[in-house]
């Protein structure tokens, strides 16, 4: 079993930033990919980051078009924790947004599907307004 746990979501006025982070604990060492999700209220659940290791020390990125530029996704593995730093916010990234780890090691075009995910945390809601 995997446990994520997000924090760091909230109320922030347009062009504010804030940072999301997922506190992994459990059976976390075969974890070769993570991500974020974000659904807005009434619509499916979105890609919007992910982080996939290079199998060397580090990790590759992936965005989706409408947060790229803006939000940068990072790893600590001392800490186990994922972050999504989110930058210029628009009222658009209002959603709930949540943590991922990806089953096995997925392609990059299989990380931007719900069903690639085998743990979810509980989500934070984040909402953007003046």
């Known amino acids: 079993q995997v446990h994520l746990v997000e924090s760091g979501g909230g109320l922030v006025q347009p062009g504010g930033s804030l940072r999301l982070a997922c506190a992994a604990s459990?059976?976390?060492?075969?974890?070769?990919?993570m991500g974020w999700f974000r659904q807005p209220v009434g619509k499916e659940r979105e890609f919007v980051a992910g982080?996939?290791?290079?199998?060397?020390?580090?990790?590759?990125?992936y965005y989706s078009s409408a947060v790229k530029g803006r939000f940068t996704i990072s790893r600590d593995y001392a800490k186990n924790t994922l972050y999504l730093q989110m930058n210029s916010l628009k009222p658009e990234d209002t959603a709930l947004y949540y943590c991922a780890r990806y089953r096995g090691s997925p392609i990059m075009s299989a990380m931007w599907v719900p069903e690639s995910v085998d743990y979810w945390g509980q989500g934070t809601q984040v909402t953007v307004s003046s």
């Open positions: 982080w996939r290791w290079n199998g060397g020390s580090g990790g590759n990125s």
């Open positions: 459990g059976r976390t060492a075969s974890t070769n990919a």
